[in-house]
């Protein structure tokens, strides 16, 4: 089993949907996590940081987690075009930096 | 404006050659990373440093290494080239342990023949 998982995709909704990425990890000790977004050909840049149980909004992204279950999703409400690209769940350990990267879901917003 | 850079974009070298990627950031944080990401892995982390003179294996360290001389630059180093060091390498920086964000450079394309 990968210390994290996602579903590789491709995920396609049409503008203006929401779309939901899902990502569950092994490790219980993970502190800290985090939802990446990588264009084709780019380096991944920070869309969202959650650390405790609940949602976190921030404009259109909604991270939420359960350490319960394991569990950690996005969601992006009102999908563009440009939200088009591969998401990265990131998980980090105990308050080190051995941080742990799923593969990614490859999104695709149609118009 | 504060960034992070690496050097070369791309290259290409032979098996068995030794090949060093740069890595630079102006941030003047304390942490630095480097990772290689390959299809169907995402990323994974090869060395990590908290500091100058600082250095750690991460996940993939078998092969490489680096070295901290300032706070500015982590060099990659690979010893010896091998076809399965072929990939996209990443490197990036971070001001705190565990919680902070960590910042990415926009990778280097090595392609060992």
């Known amino acids: 089993q990968k210390e994290v998982e996602q579903n590789s995709g491709p995920l396609s909704v049409p503008e203006g949907a929401i779309a939901s990425l899902n990502c569950t990890y092994s490790?219980?000790?993970?502190?800290?996590f985090f939802w990446y977004r990588q264009y084709s050909g780019k380096s991944p840049e920070l869309i969202m940081s959650i650390y405790s149980n609940g949602d976190k909004e921030d404009g259109r992204f909604t991270a939420q987690l359960n350490k319960a279950s394991q569990y950690v999703s996005l969601l992006i409400r009102d999908s563009q075009p440009s939200d088009s690209a591969t998401y990265l769940c990131a998980v980090n350990r105990d308050n080190n930096n051995d941080m742990r990267f799923g593969a990614g879901t490859r999104l695709t917003v149609k118009p | 404006d504060a960034e992070i850079t690496q050097s070369p974009r791309h290259k290409i070298t032979e098996t068995g050659r030794q090949v060093t990627l740069a890595c630079h950031q102006t941030w003047n944080h304390n942490n630095m990373f480097w990772y290689r990401q390959d299809l169907g892995h995402g990323l994974r982390l090869i060395h990590y440093?908290?500091?100058?003179?600082?250095?750690n294996k991460g996940e993939v360290s078998d092969g490489y290494s680096v070295s901290r001389s300032n706070t500015e630059d982590l060099p990659l180093t690979l010893e010896s080239a091998a076809s399965s060091q072929t990939s996209v390498y990443f490197c990036?920086?971070?001001?705190?342990?565990?919680?902070?964000?960590?910042?990415f450079g926009p990778g280097t394309r090595l392609t060992v023949l």
């Open positions: 440093s908290y500091g100058v003179q600082d250095t």
């Open positions: 990036a920086s971070s001001d705190h342990r565990g919680t902070d964000t960590q910042y």
């Open positions: 490790d219980r000790g993970s502190q800290s």
